[in-house]
């Protein structure tokens, strides 16, 4: 029994550093939540890319193929008054273009948690701390016998 004693201080470190290695480790499970949490923001932000793509490719083939649009689009850009008439020249760059929403870049952030390191020292520490008490436990009970 005595040498058991002693035996739960190296457990208790063992099982200090498998739990905070399994839920707050490098690759524990809170890391893995904030990086699945990271996923589903980049796909929301893909899907988002996707719409405005879309509607650029719409916006884009109206101005091609349809005259009200193209008359709107250029009284909107301050090139015409209500009775002009507007006729397309090709191969000319607007001056002035309108900006138009093309989405915003994403940037995943680095998850947060602790260190291998800090967990190997943190479980050193408290399997040492209760190594210490219960050999002090031993000590006192031995003075106390005295």
Same mark, same amino acid.
């Given at each position: 029994?005595?040498?058991?004693?002693?035996?739960?201080?190296?457990?208790?470190?063992?099982?200090?550093?498998?739990l905070?290695?399994? $839920?707050a480790?490098?690759?524990?499970?809170?890391?893995?939540?904030?990086?699945?949490?990271?996923?589903?923001?980049?796909?929301d932000?893909?899907?988002?890319?996707?719409?405005?793509?879309?509607?650029?490719?719409?916006?884009?083939?109206?101005?091609l $193929?349809?005259?009200?649009?193209?008359?709107?689009?250029?009284?909107?850009?301050?090139?015409g008054?209500?009775?002009?008439?507007?006729?397309?020249i090709?191969?000319?760059?607007?001056?002035?273009?309108v900006?138009?929403?093309?989405?915003?870049?994403?940037?995943?952030?680095?998850p947060?948690?602790?260190p291998?390191?800090?967990?190997?020292?943190?479980?050193?520490?408290?399997?040492?701390?209760i190594?210490? $008490?219960l $050999?002090?436990?031993?000590?006192?009970?031995?003075r106390?016998?005295?």
């Amino acid at each position: 029994m005595g040498i058991f004693k002693y035996l739960i201080g190296l457990w208790a470190a063992v099982a200090v550093y498998v739990l905070f290695s399994l $839920f707050a480790g490098p690759k524990g499970l809170a890391a893995y939540n904030y990086l699945l949490s990271e996923r589903d923001k980049q796909w929301d932000n893909i899907r988002e890319l996707v719409l405005i793509n879309e509607d650029l490719d719409k916006t884009r083939n109206n101005l091609l $193929f349809d005259r009200d649009t193209l008359l709107v689009h250029a009284r909107q850009m301050g090139f015409g008054h209500e009775n002009e008439r507007f006729i397309r020249i090709v191969g000319f760059s607007n001056p002035n273009p309108v900006p138009g929403n093309v989405g915003s870049i994403y940037v995943a952030q680095i998850p947060s948690y602790i260190p291998e390191r800090s967990i190997r020292i943190t479980a050193i520490c408290i399997g040492l701390l209760i190594f210490a $008490f219960l $050999f002090m436990l031993e000590f006192i009970d031995k003075r106390a016998r005295e």
